[in-house]
């Protein structure tokens, strides 16, 4: 077969964790074009045991292109994702540009599959990290008992703000560990030893990353009647988001039968057992690098008979972002 | 006035913060008596610009011992506070030993003060840290529109548990910047980088501490039909614990009347505007060494019309504990 896959934003965390992943899944392209903008152009990044020479995103970049994977912001996507189409490129689209688009797909493949024919702009979504690790593992309960309400606190990674976040990170640490004051430029404070909510606003008291789990949640599970209450907040851990979520059902369910769904769930590795036990939960630590979402704590809820909580954790640049992406790119291919 | 005050478990974590809040709040005591294992004892601690030898605990240290503040453990309290309180002490515990005893009033001096009245063992218990912070920001919140459900997920600082776990999250951060591979003891696993659920198992797949939320909460607010959903999790932060807490009512609240309320509560400040804006939440960072329960992000539920959604933070060590401590010795002088 002769398919060439682009990849626009090759250089950025994203990117360079796509790149990877369709590697690593051994995926079916023939060439793979790495596209970024000028200041990039002429870096090389490996690729199957080679190198690939990054080259300067223009309008001419899609020719001959079957499928180009976006992870460069929202405004290169609004500009160059129609581009990309009308060349006859499939986009599958990593920024929140056209998520909310109801002529776009937003798809996790685990959860909606089907959801990929509909893209009559040529473009699919990819929904946000804290979004598709919430919908991976709450999809099999949702089927199962039709969630009516979920509250999610999220403990973030930096990573998921981009290199120079991580950059940044390590540096406050190295500082703080030398009894040195940390700067900081990328956060909006300190955030190494500290917890910070340093999103873009939103509405009514909502950060814009709240409102996305909201709304591509809704969305992904094509149910606009499940209401979420979310708080997004972002730790000192390079890469894992993890999630608390207390979720009520139409009809109530068990925390036994819920462990019995997750444990054959597509995605979804169910660990730890139905007692607590220090240290057995899903950690982001042990998340990093690899592409299961991680359900632990599954519980009966306390307050309210059929209601449940569980413990979510998934690696943001790979099931959160770039494996996702791979995956909607093989539904196509 | 002649008011001796005994503090059991003076070396550790919280003992230190007791005698500097005692000092720093100018409490009546002509003198104060450090107490403590044999091992510790000899040691010195500063304390009104002088030193306190530490003494070592046995049956009489509580010779003419007015108020008797423990946090030496729950078994040191379970042995000693009867001793102390048959003595003629005041006890006040910062253990969870006495918390759930019908007879052990269990108080935060800005919710349930008169409750000190009903000490009849002569022993007042102190609440666990993450639940003070969280009765001191909903009290007023529960007394205009009465509170049935709480679904509270926490981010709780290393100094909760003790010196030794700061210590090690120290150790593990200096590893890390070295590129070593850290070691735990303390934790079951690494905290730095990481987040975990370290607490003692309770049952029905929570946490001992997620268990004290639910039922200190009860207690402290003298209403047994408060429905608490707690998932408690450390994050690899000094000192400050924080909360992201949704509530629902009885009656609806709004955010704009619940911030009417927070503005004007005891020990409460209120943090940022209506709106969202980045780094402008209350953070453990800020919140550390200083005494105010520090409440923000404060908004209308976007699932549930009339429920609130809030930000909770303070430090664990002097409101979590010390503090409140002294507070109550306060009450009781």
Chains 1, 2 share one sequence.
């Not at 909606?112 to 979504?125: C, E, T, W, Y």
């Not at 991976?136 to 998921?160: N, W």
């Amino acid at each position: 077969m002769s398919m060439v896959v682009a990849v626009v934003g090759a250089t950025g965390a994203v990117g360079r964790e796509m790149l990877r992943t369709l590697e690593r899944r051994e995926f079916p392209a023939e060439r793979v074009v790495a596209l970024a903008s000028a200041k990039s152009a002429g870096n090389k990044l490996p690729f199957r045991g080679g190198e690939l020479v990054v080259e300067e995103l223009t309008p001419k970049s899609f020719e001959g292109v079957k499928i180009a994977l976006f992870s460069a912001g929202a405004s290169v996507s609004r500009e160059y994702g129609p581009i990309a189409a009308a060349a006859g490129a499939v986009v599958i689209d990593n920024s929140s540009a056209w998520r909310m688009d109801d002529e776009v797909p937003l798809v996790v493949p685990e959860v909606n599959p089907q959801a990929v024919m509909h893209r009559k702009k040529g473009i699919i979504a990819n929904p946000n990290c804290s979004t598709i690790q919430l919908v991976v593992a709450l999809k099999p309960l949702h089927d199962e008992a039709r969630i009516r309400h979920i509250v999610v606190s999220t403990y973030q990674a930096t990573s998921g703000k981009g290199h120079a976040a991580v950059e940044e990170l390590e540096a406050q640490l190295a500082a703080v560990v030398a009894g040195k004051q940390p700067e900081h430029q990328v956060f909006p404070g300190q955030m190494a030893m500290n917890v910070l909510s340093d999103w873009k606003a939103g509405q009514g008291g909502y950060s814009e990353e709240e409102l996305k789990m909201v709304n591509e949640t809704r969305k992904i599970m094509g149910d606009a009647e499940i209401g979420v209450t979310p708080t997004c907040v972002r730790v000192p851990v390079v890469t894992g988001h993890s999630e608390s979520v207390f979720v009520r059902f139409e009809r109530p369910l068990t925390a036994a039968r819920a462990r019995e769904l997750l444990a054959k769930a597509p995605g979804v590795v169910l660990v730890g057992d139905a007692e607590y036990a220090p240290g057995k939960e899903p950690q982001p630590l042990h998340a990093a690098n690899t592409d299961p979402v991680y359900v632990g704590r599954v519980r009966d809820d306390l307050a309210m008979p059929g209601a449940l909580n569980l413990w979510v954790v998934a690696d943001n640049l790979r099931k959160g972002a770039a494996l996702n992406a791979v995956q909607i790119a093989e539904l196509i291919a």
